[in-house]
């Protein structure tokens, strides 16, 4: 199953919070009982480390939705610019994991300093 892509717009400095609906076979909910998540942001695929990672929680298994999260204090620490990220489940009774969302993480600066 080929990963979905969203492109994520990001307030240097501001708390951000998105929700996300995972689509499974069929455009049929992703069911995330049992799963974990875990994400990266990276500069580039090619990166050695990361960047920073979302705080993800599954908000509705049964509906394939998840929460991302990054506090302020984290999007105040990255440069504005372009950035990669992903999200992968992991069953955590069969061991299988999957890629579920790919996409650009745009980093937008702000003209007022807080």
Do not use: C
Request: charge should be negative.
């Amino acid at each position: 199953m080929a990963a979905g892509y969203l492109d994520l717009f990001v307030e240097q400095g501001e708390d951000f919070l998105v929700s996300v609906t995972v689509d499974g076979i069929n455009s049929e909910p992703y069911n995330l009982i049992n799963h974990t998540i875990k994400t990266d942001i990276r500069k580039s695929y090619w990166s050695a480390n990361s960047t920073a990672h979302f705080t993800a929680n599954v908000a509705d298994p049964e509906s394939g939705v998840i929460t991302l999260t990054l506090p302020a204090n984290t999007t105040q620490s990255i440069s504005s610019g372009r950035y990669v990220y992903d999200i992968f489940v992991t069953d955590i009774i069969s061991n299988t994991r999957s890629k579920v969302l790919e996409g650009i993480l745009h980093m937008e600066p702000s003209a007022t300093k807080i």
